[in-house]
């Protein structure tokens, strides 16, 4: 299938409220182009530098997303464009993007990343970090908004193991939604489900899905 065949086939299953963020990662210009041409506006990167290449080649009314882990000193490279960071992983990272905000006179929108998987190779907040974090959230951070979760599930074929994570997600999700937040926080948006389990992260209340493979094909990370 081609690329325009595959957003319109992914479009057909998306529950309402659910964005499509399509994962152009390694994938040259002339295909994001042709996914823009379907109507697709919205791309997920996952470094910096090469999504501010493509910001430079590509149609300015794309909605950068990053989602990828992020260094410090990589967030100037993204913070004057940058639409979602789906992938704050620590205080300290969300403390530099406030400082780059700050410096360009921007809010910057970002999702707190939680560790849900049962692998230690991924990266993200445990439950009890977020909730410290939320309840001593730095007065500061005027140039950064949390207005979310993201989390990546286990790498298996276990569909039931990836649901368990992706539920655990949203029950925590509810739980803080529940509560009183700081000002600059909102929590309206849970970025779980990619290729091979957006349709269980659907099942499982996602606002944003994070599609590569299933649009752009599999990946050649040798170009
Ligand atoms: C690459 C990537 C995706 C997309 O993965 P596919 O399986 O190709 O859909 C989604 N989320 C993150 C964080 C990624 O790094």
């Not at 929108?109 to 909730?131: H, R």
């Not at 193991?161 to 600059?184: D, Y």
């Not at 290729?195 to 599999?218: A, H, P, W």
Request: charged share 25%; proline share 3%; net charge neutral.
């Amino acid at each position: 299938m081609d690329i325009k065949s595959n957003i319109k086939a992914i479009n057909e299953t998306l529950t309402a409220g659910c964005k499509l963020i399509a994962v152009s990662k390694t994938q040259p210009i002339e295909k994001i182009l042709q996914a823009y041409q379907t109507g697709q506006r919205v791309f997920g990167e996952n470094k910096a530098q090469e999504m501010l290449a493509k910001y430079e080649a590509l149609p300015k009314d794309i909605e950068w997303h990053m989602i990828g882990h992020l260094q410090s000193n990589k967030v100037k490279y993204i913070a004057p464009f940058v639409s979602l960071i789906h992938s704050v992983d620590s205080v300290r990272l969300l403390e530099e993007i406030n400082k780059q905000g700050q410096k360009i006179n921007r809010i910057i929108p970002c999702l707190l990343q939680m560790y849900i998987a049962n692998e230690d190779t991924k990266f993200g907040f445990s439950q009890e970090e977020v909730i410290e974090l939320l309840d001593n959230y730095p007065l500061s951070f005027h140039n950064v908004r949390v207005v979310g979760l993201m989390g990546m599930a286990s790498f298996t074929n276990n569909q039931q193991q990836i649901r368990a994570e992706f539920r655990s997600l949203k029950v925590f999700f509810e739980k803080i939604r529940g509560k009183t937040l700081p000002p600059q926080v909102e929590m309206k948006e849970l970025s779980i489900g990619m290729s091979g389990d957006y349709r269980i992260g659907m099942d499982e209340g996602s606002t944003l899905v994070r599609i590569g493979t299933s649009i752009f094909g599999e990946r050649n990370y040798n170009i």
